[in-house]
T-cell receptor, first 114, second 113 residues
Framework: AQSVAQPEDQVNVAEGNPLTVKCTYSVSGNPYLFWYVQYPNRGLQFLLKYITGDNLVKGSYGFEAEFNKSQTSFHLKKPSALVSDSALYFCAVRDDSGTYKYIFGTGTRLKVLA | DAGITQSPRHKVTETGTPVTLRCHQTENHRYMYWYRQDPGHGLRLIHYSYGVKDTDKGEVSDGYSVSRSKTEDFLLTLESATSSQTSVYFC????????????FGEGSRLTVL
């Protein structure tokens, strides 16, 4: 069965510092991996995805994510955090076995401190 | 932004009453999903559809049913609402299964008293 783990409920980082939000996954086949961001009282917005190819994926708003197959991880990163990056971040996974299900993690709240 | 409209956006109802949430899309996407969001649980899949009249269960489908009679509409029904179904419900759509990300609606906040 597919699953996603986000081990940190909250991550605090100072503005201007690099940030990392962690995600590990489990699938039976090749993974399709996604990151989403949610601002208060809004729906989720797509940030980036890994389907195949380069392990470093670049996305919206300066975010990037590193796919590591051996560690089954897909951590979200940004070189320099902004206060406006403060939000709830979700990792999601789907496998390539022909299922239609996208499974989400429990979310990590990112707080960027001025 | 993807053309996804959820209705109603807010609803308060009483235990035991039926409730239907509607998701309407203007993107002609094949795949549609209903999730619920609860603190500590993230997003959990309730039901999904891979075409008109083609639906299947997600991980938390008990107490919910769905219908999709046309491409643009995906209805989520709580036959007899319970307090445990108080949640924020999100509809999502996707075009291409192999490469497509999900696009989300703005959510429907349901309170069951």
């Amino acid at each position: 069965a597919q699953s996603v783990a986000q081990p940190e409920d909250q991550v605090n980082v100072a503005e201007g510092n690099p940030l990392t939000v962690k995600c590990t996954y489990s699938v039976s086949g090749n993974p399709y991996l996604f990151w989403y961001v949610q601002y208060p009282n809004r729906g989720l917005q797509f940030l980036l995805k890994y389907i195949t190819g380069d392990n470093l994926v670049k996305g919206s708003y300066g975010f990037e994510a590193e796919f590591n197959k051996s560690q089954t991880s897909f951590h979200l990163k940004k070189p320099s955090a902004l206060v406006s990056d403060s939000a709830l971040y979700f990792c999601a996974v789907r496998d390539d076995s022909g299922t239609y299900k996208y499974i989400f993690g429990t979310g990590t709240r990112l707080k960027v401190l001025a | 932004d993807a053309g996804i409209t959820q209705s109603p956006r807010h609803k308060v109802t009483e235990t035991g009453t039926p409730v239907t949430l509607r998701c309407h899309q203007t993107e002609n996407h094949r795949y549609m999903y209903w999730y619920r969001q609860d603190p500590g649980h993230g997003l959990r899949l309730i039901h999904y559809s891979y075409g008109v009249k083609d639906t299947d269960k997600g991980e938390v489908s008990d107490g919910y049913s769905v219908s999709r009679s046309k491409t643009e509409d995906f209805l989520l029904t709580l036959e007899s609402a319970t307090s445990s179904q108080t949640s924020v419900y999100f509809c999502a759509i996707s075009e291409a299964l192999n490469t497509g990300e999900l696009f989300f609606g703005e959510g429907s906040r349901l309170t069951v008293l």
